[in-house]
Every structure is written in structure tokens, then in C-alpha cells.
């Protein structure tokens, strides 16, 4: 059964900060999913990772995968308010078995 | 281009009744999968319809059912409701048939009283 971690689960941090939430998971995959979601809201869609060694960025938002690790980064740079928000991770076992596997998401919380 | 709309986005029932939830994803979206997001279990897998079919489904009782209709639209239905069914019923749409990026709706937020 594949087992998703997520940590820190909660993380509140100054503005100006730069801080990283880990995502371990516990069998081979090489499609991982970053989303947010806002309370009371959908998940967004942020980042997707389709191979060893992939790297996205968006703005402040940064996403790392390592296959072989099995262990996936979000790094956010020089923390905004606006970040705010439940960070979840997601892995795909691949062949379409059980749909996406989520981690327990980090709720953060950026102070002004 | 529009995307995923979800209906309703709220409803109440009661304990023993049963519910359908409705979905339409993006168009040209071929696949739909289910998740139920509580506080205590966190996001899990319901099922995943691709081109009528069902491909896959989580660990959930067979109290929950779902079909998806020849335009892609997908509804789930539970029946014989239970307080714990109690959740934020979230709906993904994506292109293929595999797990793809997924685009999620907004959700309908049901609650069993």
C-alpha cells in the first residue's frame, strides 16, 4: 500500500522567510502533484513532476523530485502572506491504480 | 475554457437517505475520479471513470456507486447515508487514462445529520 508523509503538518512562518515542506513516499513513482488548496475551496493545481531530477518554479514556489529518494520539496522563497494556504502533495503509482495517493498536507500560515 | 463544475455545491440529508452527486469536467476531458475529503481521513480515492468505464475503485464501502455518461459527466451516488459520509465530495477531470494532471472542482460539501 503506498504511503504517503507530508512534514512538517503545520508551519507557521514570517513574511520574508524561506522555508521547505518535505513529501516522502514509500513506493516507486515517477509522477508526483503539488497542489494548494484555500479553506473552503478546491485544490489548485501548482506543480507536476514527471521524472528523476525534475524542477519547476512558479514565482516563489519551487518543486523538486528525487525518484530514487522517493522524496519530493516545495521551497518557498522570501514568504508572502498570500502563500497561506494547506499544501498537499499527491503520488500516481502509475497504470491508473487507485488514483492519486495524498499526503496529509501542510498547513501554513505566513505572519505579516 | 471553462472548468469542472460540480452540482450541488451544498446539500444536508439525513442519516438512511441517499444522495447523487453530479459532475462535468473539462470538455475533451475523457477520465473523472471521485475523492471524499474529511478532516480525519484526510483526501482518499473513490473511483475513476474513463470513457464509461469504471477503472478503478478505493476503499470504500458499496454504498458508494458512481457511473459516468457517454458526454463524460459523471455522477456518484450514496446510499443508505451514515454521519460519518459527512465530507467535501471532490471531483477531477483530465485528458487521458491514466492519472494526468487532474483538475479539481469546487466540490460539494455534504453534510448528514
Known amino acids: 500500500e503506498l504511503k504517503v508523509e507530508q512534514n512538517p503538518l503545520f508551519l507557521s512562518m514570517q513574511e520574508g522567510k524561506n522555508y521547505t515542506i518535505y513529501c516522502n513516499y514509500s513506493?516507486?513513482?515517477?509522477?508526483l502533484y503539488w497542489y494548494r488548496q484555500d479553506p473552503g475551496k478546491s485544490l489548485e493545481s501548482l506543480f507536476v513532476?514527471?521524472?528523476?531530477?525534475a524542477v519547476k518554479q512558479e514565482g516563489r514556489l519551487m518543486a523538486s523530485l528525487d525518484t530514487k529518494a522517493r522524496l519530493s520539496t516545495l521551497h518557498i522563497t522570501a514568504a508572502v502572506h498570500d502563500l497561506s494556504a494547506t499544501y498537499f502533495c499527491?503520488?500516481?503509482?502509475?497504470?491508473?491504480?487507485?488514483?492519486?495517493?495524498f499526503g496529509k498536507g501542510t498547513h501554513l500560515i505566513i505572519q505579516p | 475554457k471553462a472548468g469542472v463544475t460540480q452540482t450541488p455545491r451544498y446539500l444536508i440529508k439525513t442519516r438512511g437517505q441517499q444522495v447523487t452527486l453530479s459532475c462535468s469536467p473539462i470538455?475533451?476531458?475523457?477520465?473523472v475520479s471521485w475523492y471524499q475529503q474529511t478532516p480525519g481521513q484526510g483526501l482518499q480515492f473513490l473511483f475513476e471513470?474513463?470513457?464509461?468505464?469504471?477503472?478503478n475503485k478505493g476503499n470504500f464501502p458499496g454504498r458508494f456507486s458512481g457511473r459516468q455518461f457517454s458526454n463524460s459527466r459523471s455522477e456518484m451516488n450514496v446510499s443508505t447515508l451514515e454521519l460519518g459520509d459527512s465530507a467535501l465530495y471532490l471531483c477531477?477531470?483530465?485528458?487521458?487514462?491514466?492519472?494526468?494532471?487532474?483538475?479539481f472542482g469546487p466540490g460539494t460539501r455534504l453534510t448528514v445529520t
Open positions: 477531477a477531470s483530465s485528458w487521458g487514462d491514466r492519472s494526468y494532471e487532474q483538475y
Open positions: 513506493t516507486t513513482s515517477d509522477r
Open positions: 513532476l514527471l521524472s528523476n531530477g
Open positions: 499527491a503520488v500516481d503509482e502509475g497504470g491508473g491504480a487507485d488514483g492519486l495517493t
Open positions: 470538455s475533451g476531458h475523457r477520465s
Open positions: 471513470y474513463f470513457s464509461e468505464t469504471q477503472r
